[in-house]
Nanobody, 119 residues
Framework: QVQLVESGGGLVQPGGSLRLSCAASGSSFSINAMGWYRQAPGKQRELVAAITSGGNTNYADSVKGRFTISRDNAKNTVYLQMNSLKPEDTAVYYC?????????????WGQGIQVTVSS
């Protein structure tokens, strides 16, 4: 089993910054794409950003120019640098990864981490 553990969330003021990290751990696995999703109260989960193993990225329109996704393949870790945060960025953020183990391929999810942007 592969575990995804998020860290780096918390409470910040509007205009502030946070960096989220998500580390994958386990044995006999590799990861293709990794990404971040978020879900705010009363809203559906949405894709925030995604990155392939080769470094190609995609972003939601609402975060373009403010958020940057990156990864360290040697550490099986994905990061989300969030700048110029707005109250509407408040949500639970979930890491996900496309995981390959011998004979199987599936998607794993982290437990979620709270990001709150408020004065």
């Amino acid at each position: 089993q592969v575990q995804l553990v998020e860290s780096g969330g918390g409470l910040v003021q509007p205009g502030g910054s946070l960096r989220l990290s998500c580390a994958a751990s386990g044995s006999s696995f590799s990861i293709n794409a990794m990404g971040w999703y978020r879900q705010a109260p009363g809203k559906q989960r949405e894709l925030v950003a995604a990155i392939t193993s080769g470094g190609n990225t995609n972003y939601a329109d609402s975060v373009k120019g403010r958020f940057t996704i990156s990864r360290d393949n040697a550490k099986n870790t994905v990061y989300l640098q969030m700048n110029s945060l707005k109250p509407e960025d408040t949500a639970v953020y979930y890491c996900n990864a496309q995981v390959t183990r011998p004979g199987v391929r599936y998607v794993d999810w982290g437990q979620g981490i709270q990001v709150t942007v408020s004065s």
